[in-house]
Nanobody, 116 residues
């Protein structure tokens, strides 16, 4: 089992920055990729960024150049640095880990609200 706990969400004005953290515990040795997903009200959950154990990254087009995902394997923590935030980035952000199947472990989510 893997447990994921997110932190770092909050309210920020457009153009501002936030850094989300996701601490993993449990069977962390079994984690392959980790990722961040968002879910806006009334919409489906969508991918924001992913990072493999080797450091390869993938980003959604909407966040390229503004968001950076990174991973500290020694701390079992993944980060999402979010810059130049826009009101449309407002959502609940979830951390996820890929262990046995495609992103089969999820955190509880953290709210990010960007005011205009």
């Amino acid at each position: 089992q893997v447990q994921l706990v997110e932190s770092g969400g909050g309210l920020v004005r457009a153009g501002g920055s936030l850094r989300l953290s996701c601490a993993a515990s449990g069977s962390v040795f079994s984690i392959n990729s980790m990722g961040w997903f968002l879910q806006a009200p009334g919409k489906q959950r969508e991918l924001v960024a992913t990072i493999t154990s080797g450091g390869s990254t993938v980003y959604a087009d909407s966040v390229k150049g503004r968001f950076t995902i990174s991973r500290d394997n020694a701390k079992n923590t993944v980060y999402l640095e979010m810059n130049n935030l826009k009101p449309e980035d407002t959502a609940v952000y979830y951390c996820a880990a890929e262990v046995y199947a495609f992103y089969d472990y999820w955190g509880q989510g953290t709210q990010v609200t960007v005011s205009s």
